[in-house]
């Protein structure tokens, strides 16, 4: 009966080297407090702001990867409000002329519009101590902070979740921002309320703040849904505010009453000048910020990758689509990818070939699976592993070639994510070498029908799943050795 609508407004560090209007260091990781301070971003009286060039190009960037108009004039403005995080009693940021305006992301098949993306300063960060007393650390006040906000388009907490993660990967391919959610170098609120169906009319929204994680911007959505639903549906009116997201009791509450654009009184900032973006006649070069070769540079981004991956490789659009999921791992397939085609030349082998291919596909579902699982159980990221590309690329080698079984590809294959040694060496270590020879084999498949008479029975009853078992009991034997086609064929020829 009612649909839910949803805007989204995100907010990212630039991982620039300095401050937004100063030369003091930007450094999020910066543990100690009011270390990353000076007279400027302190907004001591009688000093002047200077704009940093490279967080403008940044937001240029991100308007080219969303196809965004870049504005030709734009410059910032200043947004008046007291709170003892910022420390001048305003916020630089961008009014009525932002860096980009409009652009598209498309989403779970879904184009979304963009309205804008701006450039603004930061704030600092307030620490309320158990003891009474507050604290502020000023390292964070005026570092470079974009600002994007779409049009209210979304339909779910899923949208609006495969929306941040998009844009997540988006600012990370384009090394503008690390956007890290739970370091609070993302910051994602959610805009939504529910209107009629068929009703053009939106109806009165509500922004949920403090969302750090993807799976809080979903959760909070779709509690947000069902609370407007439920006062709507007894007559009452959805107040206009800033509702705060409780994490652990998983519901949002009431913080303030949302106030308006007019409350903070715009005005241009006078200590800054206006910005001509773009080839312009008279400017010195390094003032220049040359909009059409910042569109050159763009890296390949997520969804382009996806398209070549599917393409190239001919991978399912489902394991594509986990191998995109996180920079590293999307970085780390395509090094595997290189170091296999380096290793087949260097046995002299052509590489355009379906053995290449389905070597890669293997590498996928080693990637996507099995080293998934080893890092989880690990507690460990792909940057924390011993493992090089290279000798990922070989083991695949050695599985394709069925030197290994995929029983003993996965203990080589943890022995290498902990220690970085090659797949050789452990292979010989461990004595893991496939065991092809039939005449071998059916040495031990007859010492374990002779000592399992009975699912033999079952099998020779008519009960095929016995297979399965003695085939297990061949494979604890040989520690997982024996290669499982030669193994079955045998114990089927013995069981007769
Ligand atoms: P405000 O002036 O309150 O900041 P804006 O018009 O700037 O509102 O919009 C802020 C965000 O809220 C945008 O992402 C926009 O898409 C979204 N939004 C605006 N109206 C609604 C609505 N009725 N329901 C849901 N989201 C909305
Ligand atoms: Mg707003």
């Known amino acids: ?244 997201w409780d994490e652990n009791r998983k519901i949002t509450y009431s913080q303030r009453l949302k106030e308006s654009a007019h409350d903070y009184r715009y005005f241009p900032e006078p200590d800054l000048p206006q910005m001509e973006l773009g080839e312009r006649e008279g400017i010195p070069t390094k003032d220049i910020i040359d909009v059409e070769s910042l569109k050159a540079s763009l890296p390949e981004l997520p969804k382009q990758k996806l398209g070549r991956f599917k393409t190239v490789f001919g991978i399912l659009e489902k394991d594509a689509d986990i191998l995109i999921t996180n920079k590293e791992t999307t970085f780390y397939f395509e090094n595997v990818v290189s170091e296999l085609k380096g290793l087949l030349k260097e046995k002299k082998e052509d590489i355009y070939t379906e053995k290449t291919k389905a070597i890669i596909k293997l590498a996928i579902n080693y990637i996507n699976t099995d080293l998934k699982k080893i890092l989880r159980e690990t507690n460990k990221k792909i940057s924390d592993m011993k493992m090089s590309e290279e000798d990922l690329a070989e083991l695949m080698l050695l599985i394709f070639e069925k030197k290994i079984t995929s029983a003993a590809a996965k203990t080589v294959l943890a022995q290498m994510v902990e220690t970085g040694a090659d797949p050789d060496h452990i292979i010989e270590e461990k004595g893991l070498l496939q065991l092809n020879d039939a005449e071998e084999i059916s040495k031990i498949v007859k010492e374990v029908i002779d000592k399992n008479p009975k699912p033999v029975l079952d099998y020779k009853n008519g009960n095929l799943n016995s297979v399965q078992f003695l085939l297990g009991q061949v494979m604890a034997k040989t520690k997982g050795k024996a290669n499982p086609a030669v193994t079955k064929e045998v114990l089927e020829k013995l069981l007769l």
């Open 1 to 244: 009966m009612y649909e839910t609508v949803i805007g989204l407004e995100v907010h990212a560090q630039l991982k620039t080297k300095t401050k937004m209007f100063c030369s003091t260091r930007n450094d999020p990781e910066e543990s100690r407090p009011n270390i990353n301070i000076c007279p400027v971003c302190l907004g001591h009286p009688g000093t002047l702001p200077t704009i940093n060039k490279k967080a403008v190009e940044y937001v240029v960037k991100v308007g080219h990867a969303l196809s965004s108009k870049i504005a030709k004039h734009t410059k910032f403005d200043r947004k008046n409000y007291f709170y003892p995080d910022i420390p001048k009693g305003y916020q630089i940021s961008q009014y009525d002329l932002p860096i980009c305006e409009g652009g598209h992301l498309e989403v779970l098949g879904k184009k979304i519009n963009i309205t804008r993306v701006h450039l603004e300063e930061d704030t600092a960060k307030s620490i309320h101590g158990a003891s009474g007393y507050s604290f502020v650390d000023f390292n964070r006040a005026s570092a470079p902070l974009m600002e994007l906000v779409t049009e209210p388009e979304m339909t779910s907490g899923d949208e609006a979740k495969s929306f941040c993660e998009e844009l997540q990967r988006i600012f990370q391919y384009l090394g503008v921002s690390d956007a890290n959610m739970e370091k609070g170098q993302m910051r994602c609120e959610v805009n939504i309320s529910l209107k009629k169906k068929n009703n053009k009319e939106f109806g009165t929204k509500v922004e949920i703040k403090n969302l750090n994680s993807f799976r809080a911007v979903r959760d909070a959505a779709e509690f947000e849904e069902k609370r407007q639903e439920a006062l709507l549906e007894k007559g009452e009116k959805v107040i206009q505010e800033t509702r705060g």
